[in-house]
């Protein structure tokens, strides 16, 4: 797992919007957890509009993106937010 950029997944995605394999909404604080699959690696993106934060990070193993992906979604089922910190 790798924190990437914005800049740096849209330069890799291609010219199709990438497939969209999981997610999960909170909106009492506008949060969401989303797992897509890039062309080369999983894209795992945090955000929390009521905290103005949005993080991605990359995975080049399906297992690991998706073990990610479930305990942010789980972290935001119990807090509202899927940052731990």
């Known amino acids: ?6 800049d740096e997944a849209w330069t890799t995605a291609g010219d199709e919007e990438p497939p969209l394999l999981a997610k999960a909404e909170w909106d009492a604080t506008q949060s969401a957890v989303a797992l897509k699959r890039w062309p080369d ?3 795992l993106g945090l955000s929390c509009d009521l905290d ?7 995975f080049d193993d399906q297992d690991a993106a998706r ?6 979604s789980a972290l935001m089922q119990r807090t509202g937010r899927p ?3």
């Open 41 to 43: 690696f999983y894209v």
């Open 1 to 6: 797992m790798r924190r990437i950029s914005e």
């Open 83 to 85: 940052f731990s910190d």
């Open 52 to 58: 103005d934060r949005f993080e991605l990070y990359a």
């Open 67 to 72: 073990q990610a992906y479930d305990e942010r």
